[in-house]
């Protein structure tokens, strides 16, 4: 059974960090990805990251987030710095087409 389980989530002020995680089992994903959802707003990319590749960012969060794999782990990282409140939403692991994670939600407020 291919699992995909997100953690990391929470409560941030403006200007802050949070580091997301995304623990894989019984699969090994060539391309993991971050996606993110606001109420009301399409699922978009955040980062995706083909194994040993190059990461690719959404525009909105070039220079302010980092996408790290650990193979040994299987597991994906999502590092969040300078935090806005327009970050606020659900953030979604994707393991190559078609498998995803339940979501954690990532909350941006003074």
């Known amino acids: 059974q291919v699992q995909l389980v997100e953690s990391g989530g929470g409560f941030v002020q403006p200007g802050g960090s949070l580091r997301l995680s995304c623990a894989v089992s019984g699969l090994i994903f060539r391309t993991m990805g971050w996606y993110r959802q606001a109420p009301g707003k399409q699922r978009e990319l955040v980062a995706d990251?083909?194994?040993?590749?190059?990461?690719n960012y959404g525009d909105s969060v070039k220079d302010r987030f980092t996408v790290s794999r650990d193979n040994a782990k299987n597991t994906m990282y999502l590092q969040m710095n300078s935090l806005k409140p327009e970050d606020t939403a659900v953030y979604y692991c994707?393991?190559?087409?078609?498998?995803w994670g339940q979501g954690t939600q990532v909350t941006v407020s003074t």
């Open positions: 994707r393991g190559d087409v078609g498998y």
């Open positions: 990251i083909i194994s040993g590749g190059i990461p």
